[in-house]
Structure formats: structure tokens, C-alpha cells
């Protein structure tokens, strides 16, 4: 089993900055990707972001890219999640997944931690 905990979460005003991030713990010899997700008020779960664990190929929803950067440290197991001129929008609980890499999905997933965006 693997745990996943998020932090960093919290209130913000739009054009803040925040770091989440996401510290695996457990049985983290398989690591094929990490990636944060987030789930807006009455809104489905979608994607944000994503990195290979090992080599650092990176991916980001259109509607966060050049403002968020993902990155990791693998020495911790922990995943980052930079965000910069937050928006209105980025309001969502935001959570992170981990992929084994055993299955075509990811296996486990964090508790979720929430930003809020104030105007």
C-alpha cells in the first residue's frame, strides 16, 4: 500500500502564488508517474498535471499551462505542484495520484487538500 498526503492548500487572492504538495509513503518501489487533479465546486474531478517519475516527461491541462509547474523530488517521493496568477477558476479541491504503473490508471490517491481563490 502506498499513502498519499497533500498540503499547502489554503485561501488565496487572485494572483497569488501557492506550492502544494504531495508526499508518498508506503510501499513506493513502484512509481511509473505522479500527476495532481483537482475538483472545482459542483464540478467533475479533471486533470492538471502530470510527471514520470523516473526521466521527468511532463504534461499539463491547457488551462493551467504556463502558470503551474509540476516537479518532484524523488530523494523524498514527493510531488509539487507550483501555482502561479491563480484565477477564480483554479477554486478546486486539488489531489494527487500516483500510477504504479501496474494498470493503465492511477492506483492510489491523496485526501485532497483545498485552494480557494478569492477576487
Known amino acids: 500500500q502506498v499513502q498519499l498526503v497533500e498540503s499547502g492548500g489554503g485561501l488565496v487572492q487572485a494572483g497569488d502564488s501557492l506550492r502544494l504538495s504531495c508526499a508518498a509513503s508506503?510501499?513506493?518501489?513502484?512509481?511509473?508517474?505522479m500527476g495532481w487533479f483537482r475538483q472545482p465546486p459542483g464540478k467533475e474531478r479533471e486533470f492538471v498535471a502530470t510527471?514520470?517519475?523516473?526521466?521527468?516527461?511532463?504534461y499539463y491541462a491547457d488551462s493551467v499551462k504556463g502558470r503551474f509547474t509540476i516537479s518532484r523530488d524523488n530523494a523524498k517521493n514527493t510531488v509539487y505542484l507550483h501555482m502561479n496568477s491563480l484565477k477564480l477558476e483554479d477554486t478546486a479541491v486539488y489531489y494527487c495520484?500516483?500510477?504504479?504503473?501496474?494498470?493503465?490508471?492511477?492506483?492510489?490517491w491523496g485526501q485532497g487538500t483545498q485552494v480557494t481563490v478569492s477576487s
Open positions: 510527471i514520470i517519475w523516473s526521466g521527468g516527461f511532463i
Open positions: 495520484a500516483l500510477d504504479t504503473g501496474r494498470t493503465a490508471q492511477y492506483d492510489y
Open positions: 508506503g510501499r513506493t518501489s513502484s512509481m511509473y508517474r
